[in-house]
């Protein structure tokens, strides 16, 4: 039975490597139990015998079985983070966003990390105080998809039709939803395709010069 997310127990900061490298053996383990047997089956017993450790560990460095799992979505979440201001640090047009888009979705799909993100999302429905913790996790990828949207499209028409903050939200929202939908159904041909099509559009558009600034006029 999962415990309830509750604050973590006491470690010394700065601890001995021995206590960090145990915190990151039940981390990784969490993260590959919740891939493989989904939050219900992410027990603190499933989590520690997975990493060869005592599962009061988890109690003792966690406090909780909950705060293990929001660990290793924190993990997960930075990984991500890190790789994907990488994919678009070279970003310059609508064309190569559509690009890192389909990229990135692969890559959640192929390392298991939408997974992990589902899971804990499912369960945040039956367990008190989880909700909360995910959608705060959600919330940096708001602000990675504006930037991302400043970058590319910046003066142009389309920045200035919505506020760029909720075209972010719609993103992320409509991203993870199909992220959702293809855990569900296994069918990412599908969605490819939509990226295809989403692809071809801004190929058109960018035809028209309809991403260009508007030119000042004397």
Not at 16 to 38: C, M, P, Q, V, Y
Not at 147 to 156: E, H, Q, R
């Amino acid at each position: 039975m999962m415990a309830k997310s509750g604050p973590p127990s006491k470690v010394a900061s700065g601890g001995s490597e021995r206590s960090a490298n145990t915190r990151r053996s039940l981390i990784d383990a969490a993260i590959e139990t919740l891939k493989e047997n989904g939050f219900s089956g992410a027990s603190a017993r499933a989590i520690a015998e997975r990493a060869g450790l005592n599962q009061g560990l988890v109690f003792y460095h966690f406090g909780s079985v909950s705060n293990l799992l929001l660990a290793a979505l924190d993990a997960v979440s930075e990984d991500r983070m890190i790789r994907f201001n990488a994919a678009i640090e070279n970003v310059s047009s609508p064309n190569d966003l559509m690009d890192v888009a389909a990229q990135i979705y692969r890559e959640d799909l192929d390392t298991g990390h939408v997974t992990v993100l589902v899971e804990m999302i499912a369960g945040a429905s039956s367990t008190p105080g989880l909700g909360a913790e995910v959608a705060t996790r959600i919330v940096p990828w708001f602000a990675f998809t504006k930037d991302a949207i400043d970058k590319t499209f910046g003066d142009s028409p389309f920045a200035s039709l919505l506020p760029a903050d909720d075209v972010a939200y719609t993103i992320v929202a409509l991203f993870l939803g199909l992220e959702m939908l293809t855990h569900l159904d296994g069918d990412r041909e599908r969605v490819l395709t939509i990226f295809g099509r989403a692809q071809q559009l801004v190929t058109m558009l960018g035809a028209f010069n309809a991403f260009a600034p508007p030119k000042e006029t004397s």
